[in-house]
C-alpha cells in the first residue's frame, strides 16, 4: 500500500534558524514525490517536486528537498526560516504520471520572531 | 502558472438543504479534477475523482449520493452537498490536472482556494 508519513505534527523554529520537515513515504517504485504548502484557509501551493534525476530538489520561496531512496525519504529544508513561512506542511506522492496523490497528515509550522 | 478557482469561497446553510460548489480551471483544460475533504488540523482526505464526461470514482466510506459530482466540461467541476448536515461542515477543496500527456509529464494537479462550508 502507498503511504506517507510526516512525524512532526508541529515544529517551532526561531526566524533566521534553519529547518528540516521530515518525509517518509510507503511505494515499491520510484515515487513522483511533492511538497505543498497551505496557510490558513487556503488551498495548496506546491513548493516542489521531484519526478527524477538529481535527488536534490530546489523549490520556491527557498526551500529544497532531497530525496533519499535508501531511507524512502524526502526531506524538506530551509537554510534560515522567515515568519511568512509559518503554514502547514504537506507532503504528498504519486505511484505513477496519472495516479492519485497521497498526502501526509501534515507538519504546523510555527516561527517565533 | 495553472489557475484553479472554487466559488464560494465560504458558505453557511441551514441543515438540510444542498450546496453546490463549483470548482474552475481558469487558463487550462482538466480532463480530471479532484475534490478533497479537510477536516480542521488534519490531512485532505480525497472524496472522489472527476473526469469529464464521466461518472466520478468515489473513495471508499464517501456516500455517493450525499456527495453529488458532476464534470460536464473541461474546465468546471461541480460538488453538490445534498440534504447537508452539521458533520459536513468542513473545508472542500478542488484540484484539477492538468493533461498535457507524455510519459515524462508530471501531469501536475493544481488546487484551488478551497471553500469552507458550515451547516448549522
Known amino acids: 500500500a502507498q503511504s506517507v508519513t510526516q512525524p512532526d505534527i508541529h515544529i517551532t523554529v526561531s526566524e533566521g534558524a534553519s529547518l528540516e520537515l521530515r518525509c517518509n513515504y510507503s511505494y515499491g517504485a520510484t515515487p513522483y514525490l511533492f511538497w505543498y504548502v497551505q496557510s490558513p484557509g487556503q488551498g495548496l501551493q506546491l513548493l516542489l517536486k521531484?519526478?527524477?534525476?538529481?535527488?536534490l530538489v530546489q523549490g520556491i520561496k527557498g526551500f529544497e528537498a532531497e530525496f533519499k531512496r535508501s531511507q524512502s525519504s524526502f526531506n524538506l529544508r530551509k537554510p534560515s526560516v522567515h515568519w511568512s513561512d509559518a503554514a502547514e506542511y504537506f507532503c504528498?506522492?504519486?505511484?505513477?504520471?496519472?495516479?492519485?496523490?497521497?498526502f501526509g497528515r501534515g507538519t504546523q509550522l510555527t516561527v517565533w520572531p | 502558472g495553472a489557475v484553479v478557482s472554487q466559488h464560494p469561497s465560504w458558505v453557511i446553510c441551514k441543515s438540510g438543504t444542498s450546496v453546490k460548489i463549483e470548482c474552475r480551471s481558469l487558463?487550462?483544460?482538466?480532463?480530471?479534477m479532484f475534490w478533497y475533504r479537510q477536516f480542521p488540523k488534519q490531512s485532505l482526505m480525497l472524496m472522489a475523482t472527476?473526469?469529464?464526461?464521466?461518472?466520478?470514482?468515489?473513495e471508499q466510506g464517501v456516500e455517493k449520493d450525499k456527495f453529488l459530482i458532476n464534470h460536464a466540461s473541461l474546465t468546471l467541476s461541480t460538488l453538490t452537498v445534498t440534504s447537508a448536515h452539521p458533520e459536513d461542515s468542513s473545508f472542500y477543496i478542488c484540484?484539477?490536472?492538468?493533461?498535457?500527456?507524455?510519459?515524462?509529464?508530471?501531469?501536475?494537479?493544481?488546487f484551488g482556494p478551497g471553500t469552507r462550508l458550515t451547516v448549522l
Open positions: 504528498a506522492h504519486r505511484g505513477s504520471t496519472l495516479g492519485r496523490l497521497y
Open positions: 487558463d487550462f483544460q482538466a480532463t480530471t
Open positions: 521531484y519526478f527524477s534525476g538529481d535527488t
Open positions: 484540484s484539477a490536472r492538468v493533461s498535457s500527456g507524455g510519459a515524462s509529464s508530471y501531469n501536475e494537479q493544481f
Open positions: 472527476s473526469n469529464e464526461g464521466s461518472k466520478a470514482t468515489y
